[in-house]
């Protein structure tokens, strides 16, 4: 029997309903998980390793809140070189895996006023400017379940906390956008850039999975402030919300467990 054959067996055992897509600086998240397996992307048919600081490509099996819980620590981005069948492998492994409710997670560009670096936006849809078309594209909110938005904004109005729910624009990278790409995305109605998330999310729902999505904004988007951006800045500014989206998994984990 195979490693993948193994932790697949695995997981069946436990039965997972949620899975969580870590994007890059959020290695850590969610801080209370107690592993019980793993397996690294490259030993997974269909899917390989990430080649982008900040995802050690490995799907860890655990218990977060009580819950089974699988997480992905990583995925795999269309600037990588990859083609889109590719990057939709991550999602794919999820809903073979059996898990019914997936959060996806990025690291973004904040553009609305209100979102600074550490702040958490949940997407209430996107502008899919990954294709040749994408400037024609209007905004999509079809993809992302109202009933977890609610619920998430539910939770955190209970911890004393307000999340903006937005929209990502998704853009194919992986140089930063310029200062004029983000005024023409600004007029389009996003409210924070990134360069994931979009196309994982259409395939998930496409796959029957309910899905969610999270970004950690680690700076403000180019043009906006002062400066050049850099991955190093991602990185660091990823963690500083690190603890607050381990307690959104939870919610969703002790949420579910109610139903």
Same mark, same amino acid.
């Given at each position: ?97 059996? /898990? ?6 990025? %690291? &973004? @560009?904040?553009?609305?006023?209100? =979102? +600074?670096?550490?702040?958490?936006? $949940? ?89 969610? /999505? ?6 403000? %988007? &180019? @043009?906006?402030?002062?400066?050049? =951006? +850099?991955?190093?800045?991602?990185? $660091? ?23």
């Amino acid at each position: 029997m195979s490693t993948f054959q193994t932790f697949t067996a695995t997981v069946r055992a436990h039965s997972p309903r949620l899975a969580v897509v870590l994007g890059s600086g959020l290695g850590s998240v969610p801080h209370r998980f107690d592993e019980i397996t793993s397996v690294p992307f490259a030993e997974v048919p269909g899917l390989i390793a990430p080649s982008v600081q900040g995802h050690s490509g490995k799907i860890c099996l655990g218990l977060c809140a009580g819950q089974p819980l699988l997480v992905f620590r990583g995925r795999l981005h269309f600037y990588e070189g990859h083609a889109w069948d590719k990057v939709a492998g991550p999602i794919q492994t999820i809903a073979r895996l059996g /898990a019914k409710v997936l959060l996806l997670t990025n %690291a &973004a @560009g904040g553009i609305h006023d209100e =979102l +600074n670096p550490g702040d958490l936006m $949940v997407l209430k849809g996107d502008l899919f400017l990954q294709r040749r078309s994408g400037c024609k594209q209007p905004v999509r909110t079809g993809p992302y379940s109202a009933r977890l938005i609610e619920q998430i904004q539910k939770n955190e109005r209970e911890r004393g906390r307000k999340i903006l729910a937005g929209v990502y624009a998704a853009v194919t990278g992986p140089c930063y956008e310029t200062p004029a790409e983000i005024r023409a995305f600004q007029a389009m109605g996003a409210d924070a850039v990134g360069m994931s998330t979009a196309f994982e999310a259409e395939t998930a729902a496409s796959l029957g999975l309910e899905v969610a /999505a999270i970004s950690c904004i680690t700076n403000k %988007a &180019a @043009g906006l402030v002062p400066g050049t =951006l +850099n991955h190093a800045e991602v990185l $660091v500014n990823a963690h500083k919300p690190a603890e607050r989206i381990s307690e959104i998994i939870e919610d969703l984990l002790t949420s579910k467990s109610k139903e």
